[in-house]
């Protein structure tokens, strides 16, 4: 049984960092492109960051790019999110998810298999 459990979240002030991790189990975590989602009251939900199986290549959505890094530890089965100048647009529960599809760039919620429940994201103004 696939577990995909995110950690990490919580409220923040407006240009303060957080740091999500995403720890996977049950399934062999280096076969997997790995992504962060995220969705705000009333909004779908939305890519926020990918990173490849192994070489780690990295995509990110606009809004993100140069605050938020995403990263992963094969041997921990552990992906990660670190968060910098957030705002509070950037509230939302975030979420990660697995993909078993070969492609460098995953962007929507249809390419994911595997899904965890989510950890909230407040940014207070």
């Known amino acids: 049984q696939v577990q995909l459990v995110e950690s990490g979240g919580g409220l923040v002030q407006a240009g303060g960092s957080l740091r999500l991790s995403c720890a996977a189990a049950?399934?062999?975590?280096?076969?997997?492109?790995m992504g962060w989602f995220r969705q705000a009251p009333g909004k779908e939900r939305e890519f926020v960051a990918g990173?490849?199986?192994?070489?780690?290549?990295?995509h990110y959505e606009d809004s993100v790019k140069g605050r938020f890094t995403i990263s992963r530890d094969n041997a921990k089965n552990t992906m990660y999110l670190q968060m910098n100048d957030l705002k509070p647009e950037d509230s939302a529960v975030y979420y990660c998810?697995?993909?078993?599809?070969?492609?460098?760039?995953?962007?929507?919620?249809?390419?994911?298999?595997?899904w965890g429940r989510g950890t909230q994201v407040t940014v207070s103004s």
């Open positions: 990173i490849w199986r192994i070489s780690g290549s990295t």
């Open positions: 049950g399934l062999t975590f280096v076969n997997y492109y």
């Open positions: 998810a697995a993909s078993s599809l070969i492609s460098a760039e995953l962007v929507t919620t249809a390419d994911y298999q595997y």
